[in-house]
């Protein structure tokens, strides 16, 4: 009769108590306190997690201070991180303690600002904000003097290009100036062919952008009569002068 042999473990079952994995024979662990001075077995691959969990190594356990109190220790790792971060309250001290004194060294109460006074005892006034500076150019009376002046500006921009431009395929044009009868320092310019025109407004109180395209078409019947005086003229480079010619 053969008789069975009965295998058993040479040594005793022990179980990770974080991943709940049977420990290989040879293979190391480390005993860890958890909160409450719980005995736990952890293996190596564990160590991490037991740590992150707040759970203390038993080998460094000796070093840890006395004065620690069993509720702090009960505390996990994350709740102690937390109460490190919180910030304490900041109190602000009330306005009555803080105070100014004199030249004759009296105090003053918080928020309260000395006022200064000259020799004679008179506090001097406020002293107002600049304004803005603006452009502006003396504006003549004379309604000849005011065309010859915004001709004047129109022959330094930009706008005699236009001019030229269009001169150059629809011929000489005819030009027009004219004081503006409701803004005293404006002068309208219009420079017309057959096919086109031009209405410029020129402010001569303004240095910064005194001409303004205000208007544009193509059918000399679009214009006002008493909008137009064709008292100027063009040169081939687009500048405009001051003459008396006949209406076209």
């Known amino acids: 009769m053969t008789t069975k042999k009965e295998l058993r473990p040479t040594h005793d079952l022990i179980v990770c108590d974080i991943c709940a994995r049977s420990i290989l024979k040879g293979e190391r662990t480390e005993t860890f306190l958890a909160p409450g001075g719980v005995r736990k077995v952890v293996c190596e691959l564990c160590t991490a997690r037991a740590t992150h969990e707040g759970w203390i190594r038993e080998s460094a356990h000796g070093d840890l201070p006395a004065s620690r109190g069993p509720e702090r220790e009960r505390r996990s790792f994350l709740g102690r991180l937390r109460s490190r971060r919180e910030p304490e309250p900041f109190e602000e001290a009330p306005a009555s303690a803080y105070q ?4 004759d060294g009296q105090e003053m109460e918080g928020g309260e600002v000395p006022r200064l ?3 004679d005892g008179v506090s001097p006034a406020p002293r107002s904000r600049p304004q803005d500076p603006r452009h502006v150019r003396a504006i003549p ?3 000849e003097v005011k065309i010859e002046r915004s001709l ?3 022959n330094d921009s930009e706008h005699t290009k236009t001019v030229a431009g269009i001169a150059r395929t629809l011929g000489t044009p005819w030009v027009s100036a004219l004081p503006n009868s409701i803004e005293p320092s404006h002068v309208d310019v219009i420079v017309a062919w057959e096919l086109s025109w031009y209405r410029w407004r020129v402010d001569l109180g303004d240095s910064a952008h005194p001409i303004e395209l205000v208007g544009q078409g193509e ?6 009569v008493e909008q137009v005086g064709w008292n100027g003229v063009s ?3 687009g500048t405009l002068a001051l003459v008396v010619i006949s209406e076209p």
């Open 141 to 143: 009376t004379n309604a």
């Open 100 to 103: 100014l004194e004199t030249e």
């Open 117 to 119: 006074e000259d020799e």
């Open 235 to 237: 040169a081939p480079d």
């Open 219 to 224: 059918e000399l019947s679009d214009l006002e």
């Open 152 to 154: 004047g500006i129109f």
